[in-house]
């Protein structure tokens, strides 16, 4: 069956259409009041975040990038550190890492989840760190002090928190959640006996609002979410050339602020996206139900103690390229986050870190496709997709029986 629809990866123009009159008022109010930068709309954007993430504190810059740097360096993490994170995530985890003056080290990922694996993080903890005489602890392959760890809640789905804060308390360190996938995930602790959202579960948490988010600006945007007063008001200096107030600097910051037209178009989105949320939910579920029982492809796990908000909907499958090729043949849009982890990317060469030092994240990138998925995506449309997937398998089923 040739089909001749076209079926993107993601659509952001029918979302920014539905809303197109509320976006434009944002555009007049600024331009009426030329209120640039800072001012009531951040204000009330910061207000209304915080409020749907349960945080006490959201301070909003400008990409998540600057989020995760930030909110590093408000947590102490200082030049010469290590921080440990994962290698199968989007560059901007290590790079907010490498830009706060630390140093990346790589735990690998959960094979099932493909967040941080709770056993490597112990491991790695007990067996590739020291303690120093002073108590503080100590990378063996660096040499430097680890003070942070970092997991990252990928394709919207938040890490096993529990534990990774029960090891973090037991050597000393700070989480920070990359959190920028996973605007309103959701994880069940089992220690607090209650549910946590993304975002309020470490000691502080980044979240980018770059348009292909859950939450997109129409833009570059980003925000800090805490409980803690002090990182909050520190953070509201790092982005503000280490000013609280004008032309009195306490110390040297950054140029990242987010601006005023971009917090407003947010606020207009952020009414919407509790009930996308619960689309990609059930677009999840329907991709679910589609293909189940199909022994060539793996499908996400969500563990009872998480409630994802599916940034990206990906299965595994050993043919991946040829899967990719058959459904662009068929006009539908995928792609691969990430073909390269990033312990094999260029810039961590020098960081020494081989395929079988990482063997989860080192194979998966290579079986990994991310299926169209994003809250207008309709069941006709995930009926084709999963139709043009079943066809593949049969295809690939059929040429190994012919082999055998
Ligand atoms: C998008 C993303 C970032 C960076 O956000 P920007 O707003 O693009 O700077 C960081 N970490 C992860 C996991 C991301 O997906």
Redesign the pocket.
């Known amino acids: 069956m040739q089909s001749s629809s076209h079926i993107p990866f993601l659509d952001l123009v029918t979302p920014h259409m539905e809303l197109e009159e509320e976006l434009v008022a944002v555009f007049r109010r600024a331009l009426r009041t030329a209120g640039f930068i800072g001012g009531p709309m951040v204000e009330e954007f910061e207000h209304s975040f915080a409020e749907f993430c349960g945080s006490t504190h959201a301070v909003a810059v400008n990409?998540?990038?600057?989020a995760?740097r930030f909110a590093l360096m408000a947590c102490g993490v200082k030049e010469g550190d290590v921080v440990v994170t994962v290698p199968h995530?989007?560059i901007?985890?290590t790079e907010a890492i490498s830009q706060a003056g630390a140093l990346p080290e790589f735990v690998d990922i959960d094979e099932r989840t493909y967040n941080i694996s709770v056993e490597e993080l112990a491991r790695y903890l007990k067996e590739e760190c020291t303690r120093h005489k002073n108590g503080k602890l100590i990378s063996t392959r660096s040499n430097r002090y680890v003070t942070a760890i970092v997991p990252?809640h990928?394709y919207g789905q938040v890490a096993d928190m529990d534990p990774i804060l029960a090891l973090a308390e037991e050597y000393g360190l700070t989480v920070i959640e990359?959190a920028?996938?996973a605007h309103g995930a959701e994880y069940f602790s089992s220690k607090m006996n209650r549910w946590l959202k993304a975002g309020t579960i470490g000691r502080a948490a980044?979240f980018?609002?770059?348009p292909g988010?859950n939450l997109g600006a129409c833009g570059?945007a980003?925000a800090v979410t805490t409980e803690d007063p002090a990182i909050a008001a520190k953070i509201r200096m790092l982005r503000d050339h280490g000013q609280a107030k004008k032309y009195f600097h306490d110390i040297e910051g950054y140029n990242g602020r987010l601006d005023a037209i971009q917090a407003g178009l947010l606020s207009v989105k952020l009414a919407h996206l509790a009930k996308w949320n619960e689309q990609r939910r059930k677009r999840a579920a329907e991709y679910n139900r589609l293909l189940a029982g199909n022994d060539e492809i793996i499908l996400p796990f969500e563990p009872s103690w998480s409630r994802a908000v599916y940034h990206l909907y990906v299965v595994r499958v050993a043919d991946r390229d040829g899967l990719m090729e058959h459904l662009k043949a068929a006009g539908i849009g995928t792609g691969i986050h990430y073909p390269v982890p990033l312990h094999l990317q260029r810039p961590y060469a020098e960081l020494n870190y081989t395929r079988q030092d990482l063997p989860v994240a080192s194979r998966i990138a290579e079986e990994i496709v991310s299926l169209p998925m994003f809250p207008q995506l309709k069941a006709e449309q995930q009926a084709l997709v999963a139709n043009e997937i079943q066809v593949f398998c049969k295809k690939v089923e059929a040429e190994q029986a012919s082999l055998a």
């Open positions: 990409s998540g990038t600057d995760l995530t989007f901007a985890t990252v990928l990359d920028c996938q980044a980018s609002f770059y988010k570059e980003g």
